[in-house]
């Protein structure tokens, strides 16, 4: 029965009913910043931004704490030392290949995707990687539960 | 006797990984003991007895495992993040780097009057080990502008270390002084074309791989089509590893987890091949013979940074504590130093020095690794940046 419920409804569907904005940041934030949005907002994913509106890269919650507490972490990777001493801001330490759906896809497939790249909140973007809204994995298990 | 690759790798990894976990419980640094566990299979020990000969398999393993940390270096910075590392850092990186490599050089040749031997020891005296300085700053929470200029310096001289070792090399085996200028510039700017070129497409297919398993492969096959590459069209295969990192991070964007992740994830590994290698060429003859040069190279290594720091602070107009103590933060020195040292073997130009040189670095490095962290831990309590 869940089974059937999930291969019936759409992203585009799923969104209509479920009209939900991530975490969003501009690429020049600062990673104290994108702690603080993603503390304030309860969320463990933050997606960037560029100036043309488009995502660009997505960034973890423990990514962005691995970055900051990295005072407290005896990591020596040239890499690392020099985002740590450079302040680097969130298009520097952000993957630019990130997980995201798209409207036509059913949540089968979205919620597959999520659970392997380890996801909660998934963004669905247009074909141009124009943000057009996000799927939280804990509705998606609420809903599978119904 | 013929002995297997294999067999003599294989040996040399087990020794290394039960010497450290040996190491480990008496707190001795575990490239000690992976040096240690090489020097076991030296000449003058079991190697001998067994008739063992490293030299001859090892070339092509040390050049991809240099290649693996040049990459790696390469790819640790951006245009951006250099620009915004600030004056103090880039200044005293410079003024630490050519203050050993001068002094040290001098040095060398005022006692030797052999200044290939000079330039060669001088230059290996630029690379530091982040490694020991990020452990003793750990263990004390240091904070402050001294510790934010020492972990900035101890990652940037690394890749000017790199860049001068492929740059001496060029002009070490150079031809003739008529040809030096024109073999010289396809050298290097033919190694920097071919790493533009590999680090573009690197990161072109970097983005476009979505099994996580292919990356490691993908580098791998890159960093050894590039020194093959390199070796056949004779260019400065380091050279071209350096830019290899540095493009594709360029091209990349972003901190290039994807890329690079995977061959940092080999750093131990290169560091084992490094000094269980280096160990293995110890020889104790060739070791007293160059004694007075351990610590010639040693003791000009340190005045040399501390000076140059203090110059470069001066220039560019750092806190006083960072004139006074950056220095003695940047002694340690490890694994870059060893594998660039064991390259030295496998130069036929180089042959009369190669195996005193290495000594040389070996024994060198293994007193810093001793006495580096109470350096490092000196600089830090002095400026008053660790939590005692």
């Known amino acids: ?146 | 006797m013929q002995h297997s690759p294999l067999l003599m790798l294989g040996l040399l990894l087990v020794t290394a990984l039960l010497m450290s976990l040996l190491a480990s419980r008496f707190n001795i640094p575990r490239i000690a003991a992976y040096a240690v566990a090489g020097l076991l299979w030296s000449e003058d020990l079991l190697g001998g007895a067994l008739g063992l000969d490293m030299t001859e398999w090892s070339q092509a393993l040390t050049q991809i495992s240099l290649a693996i940390i040049a990459y790696t270096i390469g790819g640790s910075i951006t245009i951006e993040q250099l620009r915004r590392l600030g004056k103090t850092i880039t200044f005293c990186t410079v003024g630490e780097s050519f203050g050993a490599v001068l002094l040290v050089g001098l040095s060398v040749y005022l006692y030797q009057q052999d200044w290939v031997m000079a330039l060669v020891l001088g230059v290996l005296a630029a690379t530091t080990a982040p490694a020991a300085t990020v452990a003793v700053i750990h263990q004390y929470r240091s904070k402050g502008p001294l510790t934010t200029s020492l972990l900035g310096v101890v990652a940037l001289d690394d890749i000017l270390g790199l860049v001068l070792f492929s740059l001496m090399m060029v002009v070490i085996t150079g031809l003739n002084l008529g040809d030096a200028i024109v073999t010289s510039g396809v050298e290097i700017f033919g190694g920097i074309g071919l790493g533009v070129v590999i680090g573009f497409l690197l990161a072109f297919f970097g983005k476009k791989i979505r099994n996580q398993s292919f990356l490691l492969p993908m580098v791998l096959s890159a960093l050894l089509l590039s020194q093959g590459l390199a070796e056949w069209w004779n260019v400065a295969p380091l050279l071209t590893a350096i830019t290899i990192g540095f493009s594709a991070r360029s091209v990349y964007k972003s901190a290039g987890e994807r890329l690079f992740s995977p061959a940092e994830y080999l750093e131990e590994l290169v560091f084992i091949i490094f000094f269980t290698l280096a160990g293995a060429h110890f020889k104790l003859a060739v070791f007293l013979q160059g004694i007075d040069l351990v610590i010639i190279y040693m003791f000009a290594r340190v005045i040399g940074k501390v000076i140059g720091i203090r110059i470069a602070a001066k220039l560019s107009k750092a806190p006083d504590i960072v004139a006074r103590y950056l220095g003695f933060g940047v002694v340690p020195q490890a694994g870059i130093a060893i594998g660039l040292a064991l390259t030295l073997l496998h130069r036929p130009e180089l042959q009369h020095i190669a195996l005193l040189v290495l000594n040389v670095i070996l024994a060198s490095t293994l007193i810093y690794e001793i006495l580096g962290p109470f350096a490092t831990r000196y600089a830090i309590v002095k400026a008053g940046e660790a939590r005692l």
């Open chain 1, 1 to 146: 029965m869940i089974e059937e419920k999930f291969s019936d409804i759409t992203v585009s569907n799923w969104l209509t009913t479920h009209p939900e904005t991530p975490v969003i940041v501009t690429a020049s934030a600062s990673m104290p910043e994108v702690a603080q949005l993603l503390l304030d907002n309860n969320s463990r994913d933050a997606y960037i931004l560029d100036d043309d509106k488009k995502v660009v890269g997505h960034l973890s919650f423990g990514k962005t704490i691995d970055y900051l507490l990295s005072e407290h972490r005896p990591k020596h990777t040239h890499r690392y030392l020099f985002s740590r001493i450079t302040e680097a801001t969130a298009v520097e330490v952000m993957d630019p290949h990130f997980a995201y759906a798209r409207i036509e896809e059913s949540l089968c497939e979205v919620i597959h995707r999520q659970l392997e790249r380890g996801v909660d909140t998934l963004v669905v973007l247009a074909e141009d990687s124009r943000l057009l809204g996000s799927i939280q994995l804990r509705e998606l298990v609420a809903e599978s539960l119904k």
